[in-house]
């Protein structure tokens, strides 16, 4: 019989390298559990059948338990899902648990192998020891470890960041029914004042002298002004609020621009303007008449303003492609490139030392939400003492239910 061989004996220099590997090995470990643990938000692990493998430290504040309480357990257990608690059932069984966002995006993960990130739901549910439903931003990511499928489970509590929102809103929504109302209060003396001083400036209620005259009509110029700052503050708020309604029908743009160009002649002969117009034929396209005219009142009364005497503003509305396009020039004194991406915002006017204009800042951001509102778009070039242009392009739907399907997309 042939004699057997000694088997291996490892030498000690054998047995260090293996202890140093193992060492290595265990300190990498530990490493990686540390950084687990010391992420703010909430993270788990979790293997094919829900159940717990490894949590940090996050998620065991956030459900008040130790880790040999959550450890090896479904994850509905785990996080003391009060469904579980009250049904005395198991996760899995309970009467939300179909509808469970944080179970159907975990096995959606294990389905599908692709990550879902940001999800943000309300708990159908909530944790034994608080009163509200909490809010969560869940994100899911699968991994490989030792050839088995895991998810990494990220639950991030955003409650309080959920009811600081809703409070932002109801403040929100109180500042603008308070604006809403004090504008329409303001709207009937205003009406009245502006009556008032017509019917003086007229004669009807007696003869008045010319330095008379000239105190009345600068009086008669701020009513009408503040009259329509409460106007645009109201449109704006109703626009914000989506209470704005638009009364979209067939209509002509070539004579709906050459009424209100005919409408800004007088105002532009009085500021030495000449205005001109180039008004193709288009098609009728389905708008809000009122809005449309509101708008290039708007603009046209801007060009106006801001072009000094013996300037010129044009207004162009032509075919192009499945769109109408408007343009709005003038030879005024532009804007600095800097202010062009501020100039619809609500209230914003550019600075001009020495060529302060009157005005609210109301008037773009209106234009702007006209456009948006007709599923159109907007834009702005200029250069400082040459001019400015506004082109409008216009979605140049046949029927009301075009537009709507037009609005659905850009919505």
Known sequence: MKP?????????????????????????????????????????????????????????????????????????????????????????????????????????????????????????????????????????????????KHIVVCLNDITEKKLAEEKLLETMELKSQFISTVSHELRTPLTALSQGLDIVLNGEAGKINEKQKQFLQLSKRNVDRLGLLVNDVLDIQ?????????????????????????????????????????????????????????????????????TPAGGKVSLQVQNQNDEIVITVSDTGLGIPKSDLCKVFQRFYRVKRPGKEISGTGLGLSIVAQIVSFHGGRIMVDSEIDKGTTFTVYLPRAATVEDLAVVLTKTG
């Open 4 to 148: 057997q061989e000694p088997s291996h004996i490892p030498s000690l220099a054998e047995l260090a390298d293996s202890q140093t590997i193992e060492n290595l090995i265990e300190r990498k470990r530990r490493n990686l559990e540390a950084i687990f643990d010391a992420v703010p938000v909430g993270l788990l692990l979790l293997d094919e059948n829900l159940t717990v493998v490894r949590v940090n430290d996050a998620i065991r504040k956030l459900v008040g338990k130790d880790y040999h309480e959550i450890i090896n357990r479904a994850i509905g257990h785990a996080l003391d899902c009060k469904t579980i608690a009250i049904e005395k059932t198991i996760c899995g069984l309970g009467q939300y648990c179909k509808k469970c966002p944080l179970k159907q995006n975990i096995r959606k993960v294990f389905e599908t192998s692709q990550p879902v990130n940001g999800l943000e739901f309300q708990s159908q549910t909530h944790f034994q020891d608080r009163a509200l439903k909490p809010w969560f931003s869940l994100s899911v990511e699968p991994v490989t470890i030792e050839g088995k």
């Open 238 to 306: 109703k626009f914000e609020s989506g209470r704005m309604k638009l009364d979209f029908a067939p209509n002509n743009m070539a004579q709906t621009a050459k009424e209100v160009v005919h409408t800004m002649a007088l105002t532009a002969k009085k500021a030495g303007i000449r205005l001109s117009a180039e008004i193709e034929n288009v098609s009728p396209s389905v708008f809000d008449r009122n809005k449309i005219i509101q708008m290039l009142t708007n603009l046209l009364s801007n060009a106006i303003k801001f």
